[in-house]
């Protein structure tokens, strides 16, 4: 019998409490209709202001305008090489359209952004553009996330993307730098067509395997990768962060990416493969064109190396390929970021060092050149943690830092130098080893990414380089290159140079032209 009462009482305290849910629900259920429907009310209120401005302007310049966002385009990277060439392209083919570029550099003015523009590429707008200076840059700073840096920079782009957008709308806007979260505020709130060019993703399936393989890299933390609980939970933060990634990138019209591996990527993560396809980013292989490619003898220089030494100012050195052949310059060219991981080249340098120890010419045959641009107080303190290392390893003496160089200081290293080294882990593309490959430098990448898919690949049948993943096969190749005959290192170089025709600026502007037609004809009409 007090089983049976026990029984009833349970059941009515079920029921009330289903009531009191119940009665709970049903408001907030009408409270969440209310909410969403004044959230669409103000963000159609939004789309029709920024709309009337687009209108009004538009009617003020007489013509439509194509928008850049690229943050950091004051930076002598691949990236900034491919904003200037595109700009370039479509001044060139759409006369009437005006460009505007969002820029977070602050310091410094359009035309001396554009200067750089000259000296870094050797690159010249047929016309004036606008900039358009954003002042909360920091937003998208990895400093600002010492954790969960991949969804704060995500959520600091879209803050900068409000800004950019509250401050100019165009017509048409292009993604240059890959801030994929950016693109649905512009196309949704803006009303304005969308483009992107990837230089690579912001989360792939490698990472993730890095991550459930628990190994420690860059973007690894050594104390994640050591606890399997921790390692779990970034998987599952990559996961969801990786279906938000591809919902704001298939918001694109016209997605454009540079490398075999990154399309990889990118069709598996936003899924839109009709309008993806591979623009290989601009190398200015013809600056090089000049560099003769003939294997100077041990005692003889050859004269057109002379005469080339004596245009590009390097007469007084001897020490590269057109001197007296006494030292070899292993050049690096690449951005001071840690994914660029300029620690393997210096310690697998020390290798090489090693191996050379009392043989011909010894070490002081050889110097290690690293070349990049600083586009930070991160990245000018990253290179003092690297002269550290130099300085630790006993190397220094033949380690050389040239930050922010110009074209012709970069070329005159890449005509003296006998390797050209790389080595981030599946970089997308790596405009670097094209440069180096149509200088006639002998190439050492990294076994992954764009290099290996791409770029250090056979070409009719014959090698044009060396591939590479660790210290020790490093050190390795660049003692193979370096014991080479002439003949040899002459015929990879020759191989190496028609290979990267294809990587040419005119076959770049080609092809971005062709990925951005249709888009450019809907905005003239």
Known sequence: MAGHEHHHHFSLCFCDLMRLL??????????????????LLLLMGVRMWLQGRRRARRAQDGGPAVAFFHPYCNAGGGGERVLWCS???????????????????????????????????????????SFIFLRHRVLVEATSYPHFTLLGQSAGSMFLGWEALTAFVPDLYVDSMGYAFTLPIFRYL???????????PTVSTDML???RERNSRFNNADFISRNPVLSAVKVVYYCCFALLYGLAGSCSDVIMVNSTWTLGHILALWRSPNRTSIVYPPCDVRAFLDVPLEEDDEDDVEEGWEELGQELGSGEEKDGRGGDRKCH???????????????LQIRAFHKLLDRKEGGLGGR????????????????EERVLLLRGLCDELGVSDRVSFKLNVPFEELKRELVDATIGLHTMWNEHFGIGVVECMAAGTIVLAHKSGGPKLDIVVPYEGGQTGFLADSEDSYAAAMETILTLSPSARLEIRRNARRSVERFSDQEFEFCFLAA??????RLER
Not at 107 to 123: C, H, K
Not at 190 to 200: E, L, P, T
Not at 516 to 521: C, N, P, Q
Request: one cysteine or more; proline letters at 4%; glycine letters at 8%.
């Open 22 to 39: 119940w009665s709970l629900v049903v408001p907030c259920a009408y409270l969440s209709l209310l909410l969403t429907l004044l959230l």
């Open 516 to 521: 951005t037609e249709s888009l450019m004809t």
């Open 209 to 211: 395997s890095v991550v």
């Open 364 to 379: 002081e045959s050889l110097r290690l050149v690293l070349i990049g641009g600083c586009r930070n107080q991160e990245d």
């Open 190 to 200: 803006g009303g304005c067509k969308v483009a992107s060019y990837v230089h690579y």
């Open 87 to 129: 700009l370039r392209a479509l001044m060139n083919r759409y006369p009437g359209v005006s460009f505007v570029v969002y820029t977070g550099d602050q310091g410094v003015t359009g035309e001396q952004i554009l200067e750089g523009a000259r000296q870094r590429f050797n690159i010249t707008l047929p016309r004036p553009i």
């Open 329 to 343: 310059s292993i050049v690096s060219v690449g951005q001071f970021r840690p994914e660029k991981d300029h620690r």
